[in-house]
């Protein structure tokens, strides 16, 4: 998918996102301000989640439940130093219980990260819009 949107379109592209990846795990690449939250909370409510949504800058990870119970890991490694603090909180646990794990600023533990994984960049336009890019 490589597709130009704004946000009033969001629900549509998380429904898509949802619909078009292989894995659970996907990793949101840009940079401040391109909308990595505002597409993450709209995926965690798609996925049946009406739990309140917000980045865990300071947490690092917030756990979210979807009406099946399911649980939905949010990750945000944008203030680490280096890959031994998501070692610390046990990332790997996460990674491998085949849960949904939106993880923002990923290149921050890149080398933990599984090949599979799903990566999406987006981007900000001059028109307002933004750019969704899935590889």
């Given at each position: 998918?490589?597709?130009?949107y704004?946000?009033?379109e969001?629900?549509?592209?998380?429904?898509?996102?949802?619909?078009?990846?292989?894995?659970?795990?996907?990793?949101?690449?840009?940079?401040?301000?391109?909308?990595?939250?505002?597409?993450?909370?709209?995926l965690?409510k798609?996925?049946?989640?009406?739990?309140?949504?917000?980045?865990?800058?300071?947490?690092?990870?917030?756990?979210?439940?979807?009406?099946d119970?399911?649980?939905?890991?949010?990750?945000?490694?944008?203030?680490?130093?280096?890959?031994?603090?998501?070692l610390?909180?046990g990332?790997?646990d996460y990674?491998?219980?085949?849960?949904?794990?939106?993880?923002?600023?990923?290149?921050?533990?890149?080398?933990?990260?599984?090949?599979?994984?799903?990566a999406?960049?987006?981007?900000?336009n001059?028109?307002?819009?933004?750019?969704?890019?899935?590889?």
């Amino acid at each position: 998918m490589n597709k130009n949107y704004t946000l009033q379109e969001v629900s549509q592209i998380a429904e898509e996102l949802i619909d078009q990846v292989s894995d659970k795990i996907l990793l949101f690449y840009g940079e401040m301000g391109v909308g990595k939250t505002t597409l993450i909370k709209e995926l965690v409510k798609q996925l049946g989640s009406t739990d309140v949504v917000s980045s865990p800058t300071f947490s690092l990870v917030n756990e979210y439940l979807s009406h099946d119970g399911a649980t939905i890991y949010h990750f945000d490694f944008y203030r680490i130093k280096n890959e031994v603090e998501a070692l610390d909180i046990g990332i790997e646990d996460y990674l491998y219980d085949d849960n949904w794990c939106l993880i923002e600023w990923p290149d921050k533990v890149k080398n933990l990260l599984p090949l599979n994984a799903v990566a999406i960049h987006l981007s900000n336009n001059e028109d307002g819009s933004r750019t969704i890019t899935i590889k």
